[in-house]
């Protein structure tokens, strides 16, 4: 199944336009090949890391959005992996593709059914307390 994701990528400092370019390119014939489409390439430029990542304390930041079959992109994960050039990399699942009345009414508004239902995940530790409290002293 063809889903689109995002993709950041942070390569090494040190490479130039050209370099940075390659890499690009290697990238996005990673996704060709798994039978996808890049639709879009955002380029942050050199920014500084919030921490040190392998000694360096600036990456060049990229930004990918792209469809691509899930078994393909298995591979491209473990080819960005080893990718000496690659200095990190996060693939998610673009949020223009999530099913929104799964979890939302169709205006954004929670459903009756998730009122009703209110895990302990998402309640404020406060209310699961005294609900707690209430309870010992039945």
Do not use: C
Request: proline share 2%.
């Amino acid at each position: 199944m063809v889903r689109e994701y995002e993709a950041m990528y942070i390569l090494r400092p040190e490479l130039d336009e050209d370099g940075v370019k390659s890499e690009l390119d290697a990238i996005h014939e990673l996704v060709e090949n798994g039978s996808g489409t890049v639709d879009k390439t955002t380029r942050w430029g050199r920014r500084h890391l919030a921490y040190e990542i392998e000694g360096y304390q600036e990456g060049y930041y990229i930004i990918d959005r792209f469809h691509i079959e899930g078994t393909a992109l298995k591979e491209m994960e473990r080819t960005l992996h080893i990718n000496e050039q690659v200095l990190r990399h996060l693939i998610v699942l673009s949020s223009t593709t999530t099913d929104m009345s799964v979890s939302e009414g169709a205006g954004g508004e929670r459903t009756q059914d998730e009122d009703e239902s209110e895990s302990p995940a998402r309640t404020p530790r406060a209310a699961r307390d005294d609900d707690e409290e209430e309870e010992e002293e039945e």
